[in-house]
């Protein structure tokens, strides 16, 4: 299991910042150990154990970029066009026979390798072909054009995909141009998800009146999964503390991270923090953060936890700006988030200074082609209607304590912020 290091103890503030929470994070939370190998199919989203160097460069020949006809430098028309016989044709996958010489053209064709002698291809766009069979080649061509070097794109023995970098498509892409079967990757983290409370049951059990379907644990659980975790679906926790700590206990055993939703506010029925503390530690547990200021982390028995808010819309903030930094701490990738758009905003916010907020937002076009941002008209952090209907979040820093329309705020869209 991930181990939690001792330093964390050191911290007891009780209102800490978002950077200085996700800043804490690689120092708490040790890389999870152990690696596999996968086939590129399984590879995508999964998180590189070793660098990976070009066996061949890229591309492996040099060959011609377009359709057309190649010829030797130092024939190229100078001033006025000039016509070429054809003596030979190659198409991709083939070898030309006859090398080009003076005066002489080659048909190719794109990804062919370039004949001997030929270092020049005309596009055929760019050609005639007179009526004895000739090409009437432009002047005006450089020496190389439409050519593709060997080695231009990779050189052999280049670092391509360096460890920790977590796998993309074009990342795939290009460990199967390299010849490339398998990869070795981290071992995806283990993540014991858990919901609370007594009002809480899951969708498809019985509901009483009072009571409300789970949807946090279904969010944490597919925000987990983009980021190749694997998931433990651990239920509901009622709101009792012996119980509580015994599950956390338990799921600590098995797992490289507790993440929960719910619990772990104030009010007398929140037992999670309660419950982290008689079988571990706390770290934090508040942040100045909206929304979703209580946001604990702890280790129980060298399992780190991390406890959520239980308001949909906070937990989904809250996951998206740490717990998702601690995920990728585990699993050995780097914990940054694209930089923010500066998009012009359409609205009006007030905003007490000394913490930072993310206002759901979505983008729309306006009269004159140019890009804004409109704030979703209602704040509650129980509106999952308001994650649904937006397209991601302005970012309002700790000394911001008023947007006006015309200004420019920072926004990441939700597809930059989970996965
Ligand atoms: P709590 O932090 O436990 O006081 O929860 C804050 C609010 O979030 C309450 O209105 C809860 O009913 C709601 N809530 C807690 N957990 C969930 C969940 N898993 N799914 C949906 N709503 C939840
Ligand atoms: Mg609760």
Redesign the pocket.
């Known amino acids: 299991m991930a181990q939690l290091s001792a330093d964390c103890f050191a911290f007891g503030g009780p209102l800490l910042s978002v950077d200085e929470a996700v800043a804490r994070l690689p120092s708490l939370l040790g890389v999870v150990e152990g690696s596999e190998s996968v086939t590129l199919v399984q590879a995508d989203g999964r998180v590189l154990a070793q660098d990976i160097l070009a066996p061949l460069p890229l591309p492996p020949f040099t060959n011609s970029a377009v359709d057309g006809y190649a010829v030797r430098g130092e024939d190229l028309p100078a001033g006025e066009e000039k016509a070429f016989s054809v003596v030979d044709f190659v198409q991709a996958g083939a070898s030309a026979n006859i090398a080009a010489t003076a005066g002489k053209a080659v048909r190719i064709f794109t990804g062919a390798p370039m004949p001997a002698g030929a270092d020049t291809v005309f596009m055929q766009e760019d050609v005639q072909v007179a009526p004895d069979g000739k090409v009437v080649l432009p002047s005006g061509l450089k020496r190389g054009a439409n050519v593709r070097p060997t080695g231009e794109d990779i050189a052999q023995g280049q670092v391509v995909l360096k460890a920790g970098h977590r796998l993309r498509p074009q990342d795939v892409a290009l460990a199967a141009a390299l010849g490339q079967t398998s990869l070795e990757v981290r071992r995806r983290v283990r993540v014991a998800v858990f ?3 007594n ?2 049951v899951s969708p498809g059990a019985a509901r009483g009146p009072v009571q ?6 279904f969010m944490l659980m597919a925000m987990l999964a983009r980021l190749g975790c694997e998931v433990d679906d651990l239920g ?1 926790l009622r ?1 009792d503390l012996a119980a509580t700590a015994d599950m956390l206990k338990h799921a600590a055993a098995h797992h490289d991270l507790i993440l929960t ?5 104030t ?1 007398d ?2 037992y ?1 923090k309660s419950a982290v503390e008689s079988v571990g530690s706390l770290v934090f547990w508040r942040l100045a953060i909206k929304p979703g200021r ?1 946001v604990a982390m702890g280790v129980i028995e060298g399992t780190p936890f991390i406890g959520l ?4 819309v ?2 989904y903030v809250t996951f998206a700006y740490v717990a998702r930094a601690a995920v990728l701490a585990l699993s050995g990738a780097p914990m940054r988030l694209p930089t923010p758009v500066q998009v012009r905003a359409a609205f009006t916010y007030k905003k007490k200074p000394g913490r930072r907020e993310y206002v759901r937002a979505h983008l729309r076009q306006a009269a004159d082609g140019s890009v804004e941002v409109v704030k979703f008209p209602r704040e509650g ?2 509106l999952l209607s308001s994650l649904v209907d937006t397209d991601g979040l302005v970012e309002l820093h700790e000394d911001v304590i008023r947007v006006e329309p015309g200004q420019t705020v920072p926004f990441l869209a939700y597809s930059s912020l989970v996965g």
């Open positions: 919901s609370t409370g009002e809480i409300l379907f789970d949807s946090n644990r509901i709101d939703s719910g619990g772990v506010s009010g029925a929140d999670v209580p808010p239980g308001n949909p906070a937990s952090a129980g």
